[in-house]
Each structure stands twice: as structure tokens, then as C-alpha cells.
């Protein structure tokens, strides 16, 4: 299987458990931040090899691009009060941010290779 179908795969499985877990009325509030922080963080680390790794521009990936979405369903999962989130689910989301910014300031420089922040 090529890297790009599993890409694919992998995004198709998470938005998968994540619209699962949304659809499931009883679900707790951790359940949905456990999906959803998992999903993001799956998504970010894809989109961050496939701009370091593949040379791909950030809004040419999949992975990048269902950042918006993802990020959007954590607020939702969170009830907007994202300090109240547990602390596991805040580091994982921080995370999340820390290597998306990466993956897009990669796409931003001419090459990627020569970004450094210190």
C-alpha cells in the first residue's frame, strides 16, 4: 500500500471514530475528548510528514487541511471552556498546535531544511 492511500486510510479512520463518538448520545465528555484529541494528533503528525517528508505544501495535504474541522470538534467536545478541559486533553492539543504551526511554517520556507527556530 502506498504511503499516500495509507494517509488516506488513516484520516478516513479517524474522522470515522470521531463522527462515531459524536453520534453516540451517551458517550461521557472524555470519551469525545479522547476521539477527537486522538484524531487531531494522528491528523497533525500526517500533515507534518507530508510537508517535511514528501515536500507536499500544506494546503495541497488532506491531513492539514481536516485540521479546521478536527480542532473545531475539540472546542465542541470541550463545551468551549478549554481551560476545563482534563490536562491530558489540553497537552494533547497543544501539541497538536505546536506541530501543525511547524508543518505550515515548513511549507512557508522555500525548502524546509533550513527552518530553525533558535
Known sequence: MTKIRMLGLGL???AGLVA???AVGGSSTDAKLEATTGALSDSAEECLLSVRDHGTKYDATPACNALGALSMKYVQATHADLSGAPLKYR???????HTAWMALAMSSSCSGRGLAIW
Open 20 to 22: 462515531l463518538v459524536s
Open 12 to 14: 478516513a479512520v479517524a
Open 91 to 97: 497537552l494533547a492539543f497543544s501539541e497538536a498546535q
